[in-house]
């Protein structure tokens, strides 16, 4: 059963519990972007005596939600607006200064993860658990923000390796673990007198959508050398353009990385070359759902069985009910 509670944090680390303040409590995450936001609003009005010393939010405190005493987010807001009797507060949590700042930094032949912690150590961002990832990395990076640099390093093992990997942050520290190592089960409890159940089985609502507009099934490798126009690999499934048409994408890559020409044409291939499915989904919540989540769907209505990622993920508690919006598609 849920019990969330917000804890308003200043400067001078003095702690306040403004739970009872707050309403349409809102979080969520994307795995096209790095951190969780988190929305809601607060009552103020300093016309009411009763209400003075409780207009305390300021732009650049610190937030942490909890629920039954389990740390769901933390971080800074960002954003406030006021109004006579409410404000209403936007917060990310800490990749907000990863997405926001700047750096120059050079690899040479460094593991991707190595490297990943030599970036992190450079602005001192806590971390939690990185994976190891083989990836050699051998690049200078300018005017990127920290955010892009990972990401860059995380997609040329991707490239490489053929696996995905979640980058994201949890409790103030950073996490970086592969899609297959995040499968979840989903759990709701209703009252503490009732038993849990899985809400995917009680889903409130669905519906799909199926497109061919991202699908790729011709992959060409060549050099990001502007003098040359040499293709280093092809990887192509003529089956599947014998049905849809060529539907072709041209990848660049180093010099030093031409002799994976034909791995990252064949990863790619995979990684594109099918009908692009997404379902969104509303059901109960569950603290752990977040984005970069694998579940179990079996769903007969709409012919959705086996693993699901999670791609979007909304959580909202508003009058005592825990609900989640989903956007998911298949693992290939």
């Not at 997405?99 to 806590?126: D, H, M, R, W, Y």
């Not at 699901?308 to 009058?319: E, S």
Request: aromatic share 8%.
């Amino acid at each position: 059963m849920d019990n969330y509670t917000l804890f308003l944090i200043k400067d001078d680390g003095k702690q306040s519990n403004i739970t009872n303040l707050c309403g349409n409590l809102s979080w969520r995450d994307s795995i096209d972007t790095l951190g969780m936001e988190l929305n809601f609003d607060v009552v103020r009005n300093i016309e009411d005596r009763y209400m003075k010393g409780y207009d305390l939010i300021k732009v650049g405190d610190k937030i942490v939600l909890l629920n039954n005493n389990n740390e769901i987010f933390r971080g800074i807001i960002v954003d406030l607006g006021t109004e006579r009797y409410s404000k209403s507060i936007t917060a990310f949590d800490y990749a907000f200064y990863l997405n926001q700042s700047k750096t120059i930094i050079q690899f040479n032949k460094v593991k991707a993860n190595e490297a990943i912690k030599q970036l992190c150590g450079k602005f001192s961002v806590p971390i939690g658990n990185i994976t190891n990832i083989s990836t050699v990395i051998t690049k200078i990076y300018k005017d990127d923000t920290v955010a892009d640099i990972v990401r860059d390093i995380l997609e040329q093992s991707t490239n490489e390796l053929g696996i995905k990997y979640r980058l994201e942050m949890r409790a103030g520290k950073l996490y970086i673990e592969k899609y297959t190592d995040l499968i979840i089960k989903p759990i709701f409890k209703p009252a503490s007198n009732l038993a849990s159940f899985n809400p995917l089985s009680t889903m409130i609502s669905i519906s799909k959508s199926e497109s061919i507009a991202d699908m790729k099934n011709s992959i060409l490798i060549s050099s990001n050398d502007e003098k040359s126009s040499r293709v280093a690999a092809v990887a192509k499934d003529d089956k599947n353009i014998a049905q849809f048409g060529l539907l072709q994408e041209v990848e660049s890559v180093d010099d030093k990385d031409i002799v994976k020409a034909k791995v990252i044409a064949q990863n790619k291939l995979k990684e594109l070359n099918r009908i692009g499915e997404d379902t969104s989904i509303e059901l109960l919540g569950d603290d752990n759902v977040r984005a970069g989540r694998i579940l179990e769907v079996n769903n007969d209505m709409f012919k959705l069985q086996g693993q699901y990622l999670v791609k979007d993920c909304t959580h909202a508690y508003q009058n005592r009910i825990h609900k989640m919006s989903l956007t998911i598609e298949k693992v290939v």
